[in-house]
């Protein structure tokens, strides 16, 4: 079936203005994650959903990242007044198990913030 | 705290066996992966292994864990070129009850004809 699709791939912003991220997870998964990817380094957890709801959203950087799933599927990343250091790649990940087993990853989002 | 280390480059010839090695800090990690990620791609999940146990062998992967030492390890038999990717290992902090994972800055693999 399906992996885990996000979009844009790509996405070129000036600095201080809005971009919303989406990520379509695998059809059936509850459990969908934000990470982040600078160049050179791991992936960084930003935010985990359990169904709708925000169940542990402590490595979101600060207020102006915000992320929602309103029906328990799609979801959308949103980073209002850009900064340049927010440039890096954007990770999307499911799971059908809350408690463990493993993350399917998109091919995430690279924002570059000019 | 939450940190998982690992080596930074490991260069192999091809048909040598490659062993890319991890270190975690938290013992109450339930599960512990190991991820694939080539150039401008996405993570592809390799291979995992249950706390509970030592050893798991998948076709030419072995993943091997020390609780003790907090160490694992990645062995890849007669590596191949498409093997050449970055590496990262990850662990499941505090039980693993949210899945939460805390990734490692990645290995390079650079395999040589």
């Known amino acids: 079936g399906a992996g885990v699709s996000q979009t844009p791939s790509n996405k070129v912003t000036e600095k201080g203005k809005y971009v919303e991220l989406r990520c379509d997870p695998i059809s059936g998964h509850t459990a969908l994650y934000w990470y982040r990817q600078s160049l050179g380094q791991g992936p960084e957890f930003l935010i985990y959903f359990q169904g709708t709801g925000a169940a542990d959203d402590s490595g979101l950087p600060n207020d102006r990242f915000f992320a929602v799933r309103p029906e328990g599927s799609v979801s959308t990343l949103k980073i209002q007044r850009t900064e340049r250091g927010d440039s890096a790649v954007y990770l999307c990940a499911s799971s059908p198990y809350p408690g463990g087993g493993p993350l399917h990853f998109g091919n995430g989002t690279r924002l570059t913030v000019t | 705290g939450e940190d998982v280390e690992q080596s930074l480059f490991l260069s192999v010839r091809e048909g040598d066996s490659s062993v890319i090695n991890c270190t975690y800090t938290d013992s109450s990690s339930t599960y512990l992966y190991w991820y694939k990620q080539e150039p401008g791609a996405g993570l592809q999940l390799l291979t995992y292994?249950?706390?509970?146990?030592d050893m798991k062998q998948d076709q030419r992967l072995t993943v091997l864990l020390n609780k003790k030492d907090k160490h694992l390890s990645l062995r890849i038999a007669d590596t191949q070129t498409g093997d050449s990717a970055i590496y990262f290992c990850a662990e499941t902090p505090g039980g693993g009850a949210t899945n939460k994972l805390i990734f490692g800055t990645g290995t390079l693999l650079a395999v040589q004809p």
């Open positions: 292994i249950f706390s509970n146990m």
